[in-house]
């Protein structure tokens, strides 16, 4: 497990490098260490390390983790897709939200967060890549989404979320994340009090600093390789 303390040591490293290269202030991005797959002593060893927040995708994998982490106090983001039937379990025991992406979504959230928790922070995910498959609102309908779940008292909306498709050429993955940043812009512009860019991933992440993200989810560089056969 000395491993996941290096390799958090290797990331910051990244983190502070691409920060300093793009010339913004330091400590700008929040790390989010994206635990999915990985057992609670991947977790335990990153938070004995000082890693305080953790991603995860699939809610029944994850309830067991958090309850056994606990203890800890670590701050918890669902980041996978949502379906309807599990915006309960979500509202009940996340801090975040990054994969908000229609009202209703958003509403079942709204009426299942405990009133005894703080509001739910909440980014919309945002399709940016135009490939019908992929889950995300349309650029066209974010600011109609960001107004609806603006009304909803239980959830806090702090930012847009991207997953950018189509390999590995840089230029296309600059101008995908420059697109979702000039959405965020416009959002901001439209009165939204918005502070969180949720953009970057283990192999992208210094093209998302350089495009303005203040927090990547990064995995694989963390823990190392998912079975990449079940996600
Ligand atoms: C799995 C996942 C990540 C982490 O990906 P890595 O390439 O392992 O860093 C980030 N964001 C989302 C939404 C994910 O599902």
Same mark, same amino acid.
């Given at each position: 497990?000395?491993?996941?303390?290096?390799?958090?040591?290797?990331?910051?490293? $990244?983190?502070?490098?691409?920060?300093?290269?793009?010339? $913004?202030?330091?400590?700008?991005?929040?790390?989010?260490?994206?635990?999915?797959?990985?057992?609670?002593?991947?977790?335990?060893?990153?938070?004995?390390?000082?890693? $305080?927040?953790?991603?995860?995708?699939?809610?029944?994998?994850?309830?067991?983790?958090?309850?056994?982490?606990?203890?800890?106090?670590?701050?918890?983001?669902?980041?996978?897709?949502?379906?309807?039937?599990?915006?309960? =379990?979500?509202?009940?025991?996340?801090?975040?939200?990054?994969?908000?992406?229609?009202?209703?979504?958003?509403?079942?959230?709204?009426?299942? $967060?405990?009133?005894?928790?703080?509001?739910?922070?909440?980014?919309?995910?945002?399709?940016?890549?135009?490939?019908?498959?992929?889950?995300?609102?349309?650029?066209?309908?974010?600011?109609?989404?960001?107004? =609806?779940?603006?009304?909803?008292?239980?959830?806090?909306?702090?930012?847009?979320?991207?997953?950018?498709?189509?390999?590995?050429?840089?230029?296309?993955?600059?101008?995908?994340?420059?697109?979702?940043?000039?959405?965020?812009?416009?959002?901001?512009?439209?009165?939204?009090?918005?502070?969180?860019?949720?953009?970057?991933?283990?192999?992208?992440?210094?093209?998302?600093?350089?495009?303005?993200?203040?927090?990547?989810?990064?995995?694989?560089?963390?823990?190392?390789?998912?079975?990449?056969?079940?996600?």
């Amino acid at each position: 497990m000395d491993t996941v303390k290096s390799a958090l040591q290797a990331v910051h490293a $990244r983190i502070a490098k691409a920060i300093l290269a793009a010339g $913004r202030a330091p400590g700008c991005v929040e790390l989010l260490a994206v635990s999915k797959t990985f057992p609670v002593a991947a977790i335990t060893t990153a938070a004995h390390a000082g890693q $305080r927040a953790f991603g995860e995708s699939y809610v029944q994998e994850a309830l067991p983790k958090l309850a056994a982490l606990r203890d800890l106090s670590l701050t918890w983001h669902f980041i996978g897709p949502l379906q309807r039937n599990k915006t309960q =379990a979500v509202a009940q025991h996340f801090d975040w939200v990054h994969s908000v992406d229609r009202p209703l979504i958003a509403q079942r959230l709204n009426d299942a $967060r405990p009133p005894d928790m703080p509001a739910l922070n909440v980014c919309l995910q945002v399709n940016i890549s135009d490939e019908t498959s992929k889950s995300g609102v349309a650029p066209a309908n974010l600011p109609a989404l960001a107004q =609806a779940v603006a009304t909803l008292p239980r959830l806090r909306l702090r930012g847009l979320m991207a997953i950018p498709q189509g390999g590995t050429d840089s230029a296309i993955q600059h101008a995908q994340f420059a697109r979702l940043h000039a959405l965020q812009t416009e959002l901001i512009d439209q009165g939204f009090a918005l502070d969180t860019l949720s953009m970057g991933m283990s192999d992208d992440l210094e093209i998302a600093i350089a495009e303005g993200s203040t927090l990547v989810r990064v995995g694989s560089a963390l823990f190392g390789t998912r079975p990449s056969s079940t996600h």
